[in-house]
């Protein structure tokens, strides 16, 4: 079964999140670090709100800022666009009768207004949030819960992420990992490639040639 990441694989959304996190620090003052960044790129949002609230010592309640980022954030995923081949290797999969589902520590919100936005809701299967298990996706129990609700064996499933941690998680499942590059992680491409089964820069490197496809005839 395929598992894919929502943010930085298969939609180009991950600036939205640096956008709003600027933004956010912004109206407090604050500047933008790596530090910040590290803390909270692809964290559920409880978590982030947490990493936030005590790194930036915050007054606000955990609630509050979460509120914050979503008044922030609302309309952004209606127009989010997919990544250079996704479309084109979903369908693929699909024709080839793979088993789909999404696992992200997207917002449900969110998530499910790019996949109807975006018109790829029709590939998968279901949908797992690392924020309703309230844990992060370098957490092999966020994938293993993923098998186990769609009754497949770990061991069975590939992964789809643009995050090295979430990878590392997926590896600790017994799951086999292709690495998505995306820009904003450009800094762990080096261990990307060294650390996963696969690596690629687009999914239009999965697509079948013209002459591959007659071969599948």
């Not at 999969?93 to 520590?105: D, F, I, L, N, Y």
């Not at 904003?184 to 491409?189: A, L, Y």
């Not at 999914?203 to 599948?216: A, D, G, I, M, V």
Request: hydrophobic share 40%; net charge negative; glycine share 4%.
């Amino acid at each position: 079964m395929f598992f894919f990441d929502m943010d930085g694989t298969l939609i180009d959304s991950n600036g939205v999140w640096k956008n709003v996190d600027r933004a956010f620090l912004a109206r407090r003052g604050l500047p933008y670090t790596r530090a910040y960044y590290e803390g909270v790129a692809h964290t559920a949002l409880p978590l982030a709100a947490e990493f936030t609230k005590e790194f930036c010592h915050l007054e606000e309640s955990c609630e509050e800022i979460i509120a914050e980022w979503m008044e922030m954030s609302r309309d952004m995923y209606s127009h989010v666009p997919l990544k250079p081949g996704v479309r084109a290797y979903l369908k693929q999969c699909k024709a080839e009768g793979r088993r789909m589902a999404v696992v992200t520590s997207s917002v449900p919100e969110h998530c499910y207004t790019a996949l109807k936005k975006l018109d790829i809701e029709k590939y998968f299967e279901n949908v797992t949030f690392a924020q309703q298990a309230g844990m992060h996706k370098k957490n092999p129990d966020v994938w293993l819960a993923a098998a186990e609700k769609n009754g497949v064996r770990p061991e069975d499933c590939t992964v789809f992420d643009d995050s090295l941690a979430a990878c590392w998680g997926a590896r600790a499942a017994r799951m086999r990992v292709v690495g998505v590059h995306d820009s904003f992680f450009n800094r762990d491409e080096k261990e990307m490639r060294s650390f996963c089964d696969v690596y690629i820069q687009s999914f239009e490197e999965l697509l079948y040639t013209p002459e591959q496809k007659s071969r599948q005839k």
